[in-house]
């Protein structure tokens, strides 16, 4: 399930169903590649999709090879 709404990373953690440690390395990932944004005004970190990871994953969603 794609979720293009603002999400803190612990919630994106139950969706995953990853530890902690995991979802935060992702998060970080995704987000030094652009592909989200991250609030930094709050602690958890507030993420959101940018147009770039957005456009990612209609390219994944069109073409499952794509990754």
């Given at each position: 399930r794609i979720c293009?709404?603002?999400s803190k990373s612990c919630k994106v953690q139950i969706t995953?169903?990853?530890s902690?440690?995991?979802t935060s390395r992702l998060m970080k990932k995704l987000f030094e590649s652009g592909l989200v944004q991250r609030n930094t005004e709050t602690k958890p970190y507030i993420y959101s999709i940018t147009e770039k990871g957005k456009s990612k994953v209609e390219d994944v969603v069109s073409n499952p090879t794509v990754v």
């Open positions: 293009y709404h603002k995953t169903k990853r902690r440690e995991h």
